[in-house]
């Protein structure tokens, strides 16, 4: 029988042919995302890619048709997936040429697991609120947008207005550099201006919560201590750009990665004695910079280390802080050397420590941790004020009695036994589900741990690596289907395609 028998035929088709149709076409689109749109094949097959799109054919399988197919049916599962949730807006970006994109994913919590669910590409910030109803989200169901890796979180009650505010400070952040003493002097004063207007604003409408959170915290607390250290840095790029000239091994290793500075620093320090025998004064470094080089590798291991577990995996505010406390308390054992950068970097640290510290939303979190019980009256009450705020939103019915206050108290001064080594915060949340102690504080943990540092999505990267090309290939209904599909192909089971 043919495709086109199929679909002129489909009301009169066995339900065993159509469970068939179904379970073959969904693990066909899985075996096709999973072994051939990855970046490096996309890369590599860019001038094939249309065709591919156009003729990949098992027995008449139309890829491109089913993908098509897929997207809105998977679109309405996650409608019916967040209904009950509130979720946060989850902001990924890219710059090619000039041009931004974003990658909009919503992150919650759902059986004690942080959930995270592609909706699609943006360009425009003012198309944000528009793909929000493709699953059936409305402005009330949002009450934070945080963007790459938690680089800034924003509280919301105005979705426009902090959307657009959002993607601005995220353009001048983006995760395909690093940016300059000039881009960073830029991206301060962004959000300097961004909390004079809002100051000038409704206080009940909007408040921008100025911190950096994840990975990006981390990397700009570096670029700051690392600015009095820019000549020699400079020199050690310099000569990296002309060893990369000279050895194909160190091409290798660090063509693509010359805007990490401790790959380039580590990878540099293996060629130690290659360069120090070498005759040419452009790959000649002072003793002084190799003693700057061994400090810098000491005191940032722990750094690297820390930046990666960040970016790997989808963490709660809560576990990426124990990150960073245990990365602090390694840093600090190190002995100085003549820069005092261990000193500075273990300063520059404790100083970012504190902001997070006047963060509402990260205290919050904190507070309903058993791991963290050290706060004074003024974290108290800013933690208690953001978990009543959001608990007047995530609340089922305005007749509801709960008082979180008090529920605050009980839970500060309740004694919990825990096993700090193995300790889950959102298992230990979902286990107080059916608690009437702290029925509110449960409803509320739902919300703030789904503020994630969430992993970073390499198969985002390569997308962007070829997206001009892309473009050439796919209308934006296209690609929005092709990653929705891709990156929620667990939603895949279930979809029809008779």
């Known amino acids: 029988m043919s495709k086109n028998e199929f679909s002129s ?3 009169t088709m ?37 065709q591919e799109f156009e003729a990949f054919n098992i027995q008449n399988f139309d890829l491109k048709q089913n993908i098509l197919k897929a997207a809105p049916q998977i679109y309405k599962k996650i409608e019916r997936e967040v209904k009950y949730f509130i979720p946060t807006i989850m902001l990924k970006s890219a710059t090619r040429n000039g041009q931004n994109f974003f990658l909009v994913s919503l992150s919650f919590i759902k ?10 590409l943006i360009t425009n910030e003012d198309k944000l609120p528009k ?27 105005n979705l426009k207005t902090e959307a657009k505010n959002a993607l601005r400070i995220v353009k001048e952040i983006s995760t395909n550099k690093f940016p300059n003493n000039d881009e960073m002097k830029e991206i ?6 961004l909390e004079n207007e809002d100051n000038e604003k409704e206080p009940e409408k909007v408040e921008i919560v100025d911190d950096d959170f994840g990975s990006y915290a981390l990397k700009f607390v570096i670029h700051q201590v690392m600015s009095n250290y820019e000549d020699k840095i400079t020199k050690i790029r310099e000569v990296a750009t002309n060893l990369m000239k000279e050895n194909f091994d160190f091409l290798c290793d660090v063509q693509f990665s010359l805007s990490n500075t401790f790959l380039v620093i580590k990878e540099i320090k293996k060629f130690k004695r290659i360069l120090q025998n070498h005759n040419n004064s452009e790959l000649m470094l002072t003793d002084d910079i190799w003693a700057f080089i061994d400090e810098y590798l000491l005191t940032f291991k722990s750094v690297d280390k820390t930046i990666k577990e960040t970016t790997k995996e989808n963490l709660t505010i809560n576990e990426f802080y124990i990150k960073w406390q245990k990365m602090q308390n390694e840093i600090q054992k190190i002995a100085d050397g003549e820069e005092k950068l261990k ?5 520059a640290f404790k100083s ?3 902001k997070f510290l006047q963060n509402e939303t990260f205290l919050g979190a904190l507070v309903l941790d058993p791991r963290f019980k ?9 933690a208690t004020e953001e978990l009543e705020r959001i608990y007047e939103i995530a609340k089922y019915s305005d007749d509801d009695p709960t008082n979180i206050r008090e529920e605050i108290a009980k839970f500060l001064n309740h004694k919990t036994e825990i096993n700090a080594d193995d300790f889950k915060i959102l298992e230990f949340w979902q286990n107080k589900k059916n608690d009437e102690n702290f029925k509110g504080l449960f409803e509320v943990s739902q919300v703030i741990f789904g503020a994630a540092i969430l992993k970073k999505n390499k198969d985002f990267d390569g997308f962007a690596l070829v997206y001009e090309e892309i473009k050439k290939c796919l209308n934006d209904e296209e690609i929005n289907s092709v990653l929705i599909v891709k990156n929620n192909l667990e939603l895949l089971d279930g979809v029809k395609f008779y």
């Open 9 to 11: 035929n489909s009301d």
């Open 14 to 50: 066995s339900i065993e042919v159509i469970v068939d149709i179904n379970k073959t076409t969904q693990g066909l689109l899985k075996l096709f995302f999973e072994k051939f749109v990855s970046p490096t094949d996309m890369i590599e097959n860019l001038h094939t890619l249309k």
């Open 111 to 120: 059986n004690a697991q942080i959930i995270e669910r592609t909706i699609g």
């Open 131 to 157: 793909l929000l109803t493709k699953v059936g989200l409305t402005e009330e169901q949002i009450l934070m947008i945080n963007s790459d890796q938690g680089s800034n979180l924003l509280k919301t009650e």
């Open 188 to 193: 301060f004063d962004i959000i300097e201006d």
């Open 343 to 347: 000193s500075n970097v273990f300063e």
């Open 352 to 354: 970012q420590e504190q």
């Open 374 to 382: 050290n706060f004074n009256d003024e974290q108290i009450e800013k």
